[in-house]
């Protein structure tokens, strides 16, 4: 049963520490999506790559976050220096995109919880 | 501003039929409406997909009108496990994915 893996599983830091955060998409997909979600906004989408490349990263604060997928075996997401607003639950999603369809099933890891005090 | 609009919240009891509607008036032509579940402390699962008119799958089914406009997904017959989340995406037409804000369903017995 192929799942998307993300680690740590809860962090808890402190304001001004960096924050990494590392996604494992499902073998064969070829698409990398980071959402954050919290109880006032919802489900943000950050970024998202496709055969490694990003495609899309404008709903990512730049002056603190970065997104990069060194392989395709593995998604980073870093915030540093990290504040207490970025508090929330990171899910990472991997996807196959056949075709010239814009839009892919979606497999969300079971997210990482971040508590920055 | 392009954006999916859905009901905050609606309740329903054990074997009812749930109908819950996504607008996203500035949908891509080319592309496809999903929905997807999500239960406390567990990512968002895929339950249907579709483009047009309806689909049918083993636990939804998804209403989409010729406009595409809106879509209409279908829970039949809920029972308590139904208890979630249930959020509409789709891609507009400046290529930005968005999620809505997704809907709570309570099924109570």
């Known amino acids: 049963d192929a799942r998307v893996t993300q680690t740590p599983r809860h962090k808890v830091t402190e304001m001004g520490q960096e924050v990494t955060m590392r996604c494992q998409p499902i073998?064969?997909?070829?698409?990398v999506f980071w959402y954050r979600q919290t109880m006032m906004q919802g489900l943000e989408l950050l970024a998202y790559?496709?055969?490694?490349?990003?495609?899309?990263d404008s709903g990512m604060p730049k002056d603190r976050f970065s997104a990069e997928m060194p392989d395709a075996t593995l998604a980073t997401l870093k915030i540093q220096p990290s504040e207490p607003r970025d508090s929330a639950v990171y899910f990472c999603?991997?996807?196959?995109?056949?075709?010239?369809?814009?839009?892919?099933?979606?497999?969300f890891g079971p997210g990482t919880r971040l508590l920055v005090l | 501003l392009a954006k999916t609009t859905q009901p905050i919240s609606m309740d329903s009891y054990e074997g009812q039929e749930v109908n819950i509607t996504c607008s996203h008036n500035?949908?891509?032509?080319?592309?496809?409406i999903t929905w997807y579940q999500q239960f406390p402390s567990q990512g968002p699962r895929f339950i249907i997909q579709?483009?047009?008119t309806k689909v049918t799958n083993e636990v939804a089914s998804l209403f989409i009108p010729a406009d595409r406009k809106s879509s209409t997904l279908s829970l039949p017959r809920v029972s308590l496990s139904d208890t979630a989340v249930y959020y509409c995406?789709?891609?507009?037409?400046?290529?930005?994915?968005?999620f809505g804000a997704g809907t709570t369903v309570t099924v109570r017995a």
């Open positions: 999603a991997s996807g196959l995109v056949i075709g010239a369809g814009l839009q892919e099933t979606q497999y």
């Open positions: 073998l064969g997909h070829n698409t």
């Open positions: 790559f496709r055969n490694r490349a990003p495609l899309d």
């Open positions: 500035n949908i891509a032509t080319n592309d496809y």
């Open positions: 579709g483009y047009k």
């Open positions: 995406l789709v891609v507009f037409n400046d290529y930005k994915l968005s």
